[in-house]
């Protein structure tokens, strides 16, 4: 009688061990407020982020904000109301963040910034940022020129979205960049809003007011300087050649206008950051430190290495 309940016993407890052993872990829930899908750069940051996911097995709750901010607060106090693990904002714009960033807070569900940087009263408001030096890409992009065209020209310049952290960034970067050099001027500038068709209509409209007069276009990325290769193009003129192009993002098809000569350098900003992204996450989840910023490593394409790095080009 002692024996049959000393074996019941052990059976019971090891059908419960059994049990602990084939329960699945809890899976990951983390809810991404995108900007929206205004170019083939955020196209790819948007597939990095799903993809990622899928592989990971993470619940990726995704939010195309559409180009407006409220969207992107909408979606996160909704991420805030499904009691996910972690939240992940691209910030439209820079401002405006602290409410629905404390009510995160109070939630107790950290918050990572990505790719754009956010202007707030306290820092410990998000955990951290990961993306790129927006800054060191304007920096970047005007020393490349400078030394291009031997510091002399006029110069239009395609803006970003405004009041976001890229298009500011990079205007401010480089301008202060290319101020050293006295005969390399800012003639013209004018958001384009990161869109194809934007950067087309704002040249379009530079044209028509400078005329010959334009020497230089920098855009705040690729897709806006493609939409200028086409106004070039369609005012009879050779991009590259008549024009100097260059812009910020290395997506694919700029680095292959690069390779084609209609685009003359793009300075890199990698949109990969799924991995780095959910990595950062189990670690916070984990409870361990992270660096409040992570900057990707950025590369510069311009006639010396656009063909050959074409194969390899995830984007």
């Known amino acids: 009688m002692h024996l049959a309940k000393t074996f019941r016993y052990l059976f019971i407890a090891l059908s419960i061990s059994l049990a602990a052993t084939v329960l699945p872990a809890k899976q990951l829930k983390v809810g991404f407020a995108q900007t929206g899908a205004e170019s083939a750069w955020r196209t790819a940051n948007s597939e990095s982020m799903k993809s990622e996911a899928k592989k990971r097995g993470i619940d990726l709750k995704f939010s195309d904000g559409q180009g407006k901010q409220e969207n992107q607060i909408r979606a996160v106090r909704s ?19 602290e409410p629905v960033l404390r009510e995160a807070r109070r939630a107790k569900i950290p918050v990572i910034i990505t790719d754009r940087t956010i202007q707030t009263t306290d820092d410990s408001l998000f955990v951290c940022f990961i993306g790129s030096d927006f800054l060191e890409e304007g920096r970047l992009a005007a020393a490349w020129l400078a030394k291009a065209v031997n510091g002399k020209g006029r110069i239009v310049e395609l803006q970003g979205t405004p009041g976001s952290a890229p298009a500011n960034d990079r205007r401010k970067a480089f301008a202060e960049a290319i101020a050293t050099f006295p005969n390399l001027k800012i003639i013209d500038s004018q958001s384009g809003d990161f869109r194809r068709s934007g950067g087309k209509e704002v040249m379009e409209a530079f044209l028509k007011k400078h005329g010959r007069n334009i020497d230089i276009v920098y855009a705040h990325n690729d897709d806006m300087a493609l939409g200028a290769v086409q106004a070039i193009e369609a005012a009879g003129l050779k991009p590259g050649t008549d024009i100097k192009i260059i812009a910020i993002d290395a997506i694919r098809e700029g680095v292959q206008a690069v390779a084609d000569g209609r685009i003359n350098c793009v300075v890199e900003c990698n949109p990969l950051f799924g991995s780095k992204v959910y990595d950062t996450i189990e670690a916070i989840l984990a409870g361990k430190k992270v660096p409040k910023k992570v900057f990707n490593k950025d590369e510069l394409f311009d006639h010396t290495n656009a063909a050959a790095a074409l194969p390899t080009r995830q984007y």
């Open 79 to 97: 991420f805030i109301t499904q009691r996910v693990d972690a939240i992940v904002i691209a910030p439209i714009v820079e401002t405006g963040w």
